[in-house]
């Protein structure tokens, strides 16, 4: 961590913060807005606040599917990652939901 940098322990993440994640703008070149919105929450969020953010998301009748300019979901994307797997599970279960 960069000696400027203070670590942030316990950081809060009420129902307004997530929810502020479904209005970011997409990221650089992507095309499809959910996706980057998911790819977003992933990288910003703990695994339980991440799954609020999915009901949220699916809530406002977006899709977990949405693909990458790569054609990759981003269960595709974090199934290499090592520390991961509370994240694939949510996704999956997601995933699930949204087929039924």
């Known amino acids: 961590m ?3 940098k203070a670590k942030i322990i316990d950081e ?7 929810r502020s994640f479904l209005a970011k703008a997409s990221m650089g070149s ?4 959910d ?5 977003n929450a992933y990288r910003s969020m ?3 606040d991440f799954e609020r953010f999915i009901e949220y998301f699916q809530s ?3 899709s977990v599917r949405a693909t990458s300019n790569q054609g990759l979901t ?3 994307i974090i199934s290499g990652h090592a520390k991961s797997q509370s994240f694939r599970d949510i996704l999956e279960k997601a995933m ?5």
Not at 12 to 18: A, G, H, L, M
Not at 30 to 33: Q, R
Not at 35 to 39: G, I
Request: proline fraction near 3%; aromatic fraction near 6%.
């Open 12 to 18: 809060v993440w009420d129902d307004d913060r997530i």
């Open 35 to 39: 996706f980057s919105a998911l790819l």
């Open 46 to 48: 703990r695994a339980n």
């Open 96 to 100: 699930l939901n949204e087929s039924e």
């Open 2 to 4: 960069r000696p400027d």
């Open 74 to 76: 981003l269960l595709d």
């Open 30 to 33: 992507e095309k499809s807005s």
């Open 60 to 62: 406002a009748g977006r």
